[in-house]
């Protein structure tokens, strides 16, 4: 029986020593998966050094509008100073030899909107010096070649993302029906026309245009009602270019606009109210209201004063709203998704489809812990329009402007083109993670050391 009892309390001893050795190695695999998942988030957070392309001497006040696809182009708008103040110029770069292959000899009035990367043209009314109006106009800037697309009264409203078409808004004299056509900027081809014929007293305004994809067109129009106080009618049309109108929309509202572009079947609705703004989002062509300023609760209803003052914009899923201050905002449930943090100092909207990038100045964090260390370590991050989520942060302040369709190009305000993507900051990311790991080897090597003395006490014991 002594023996037999000496043997289960081994076993059992045993057993013990065993499961304690799991438990330990548990721990350590949780420890060190824990380490892991610090290393991945860091991977992502840790600023990177882009790979720098080229360096583009900008001028002062000159900014980049797009790439243009295909050609390692790089078209720019500057504002030079003249005589009567000022006018817009383009310019057009190769990318790589860093130098200016055109440059517009004579003022050109257009928007961003009318920059077509794809078909690498700009659209605007061009004039000569002391003028005030001039004829629409294709300047192409591959060859730097102008080409005269129609009249003065010719308005370009939009270009299509893939085809050569544009949407022109034809402005005639007082009491003729205003037309949108749809003109083929390669051959002067008609596609479609529209004229919305007035009633006898309301005159139709067209306001804007929006190519949806595929021959779809969207058209914004509003006249003025004969009502006290007066108020504006908007109808919203949707067209095919071959099937002709497939859907409308028409409502009123007091001292408000349609916005375009329309994202994900919805609609910005934006103007005054009280002193401040007011800004909707409609479902298209249904009319309800999805999301409403006004409607928020008072203790988030405005991030800043100006909240609600400018025009917001809709991300391509319809489903967030990012305004100016700029806060994000989810159009749905009116809950806030992303704003500005205690490092975030500026903001570039429109950094490429989906995303945004903001410039960060860490300075305020540093002086939490050293109150008088002047360096103002700056960062630009960018994030995910739909949820606010860092997909990678830069280091300095020359806020993201815009990509390349292709994604392998990027360039900010300072003239700087770098590769895309960006990789992690390995280097960097090894320091990091050496010492975070650091209090895992040491607590490693205290209890291997422990260890080792208790085996050697124990062998030397009689």
Partial sequence: MGDTALAAQAATLNGEHDAMKWVRRGLWMAAWGFWLWLGIGLARELPRSPRCIAELSFSEHERPLGFVDGDGLLATER????????????????????????????????????????????????????????????FDLRTGEWRPLGPESWRVEAVHPEQPWAAIDERPDDGEAEKVLVLDFRTGARIFEWTKLPSVKVQVYVQDCQFLGGDELLITAFNFLETRPARVRWDVYHFSLSRGELARMS??????????????????????????????????PSGRVVFSSAELPANQRAASTNEWKSTPTLSPSGRRLMTVHPTLWDVDDGRQVWRLGPTDVGIERQASPGLFSVEEDWQPLINLVWPSWEIHPATTAVRDIETGALRYRLWGDDLQVCTSSDGKMATGKLGLVYALPVGPNYPLLALCQAILALPLVLLWAIMRWRRKRRLRLASATP
């Fill in 79 to 138: 504002w030079a100073q003249n005589e009567s103040g000022g006018e817009a110029r383009c310019s057009v770069w190769e990318v790589a030899s860093g130098v200016r292959r055109h440059d517009l000899d004579w003022p050109l009035l257009w928007t961003r909107e009318l920059f077509a990367p794809k078909h690498g043209v700009v659209i605007g009314n061009r004039r000569k010096a002391g003028a005030k109006q001039g004829e629409l106009t294709l």
């Fill in 251 to 284: 409502f009123e509202r007091e001292h408000c606009g349609v916005k375009l572009p329309m994202q994900g079947g919805r609609l910005v609705l934006f103007g005054p109210l009280d002193g401040e703004g007011m800004v909707r989002v409609l479902e298209f």
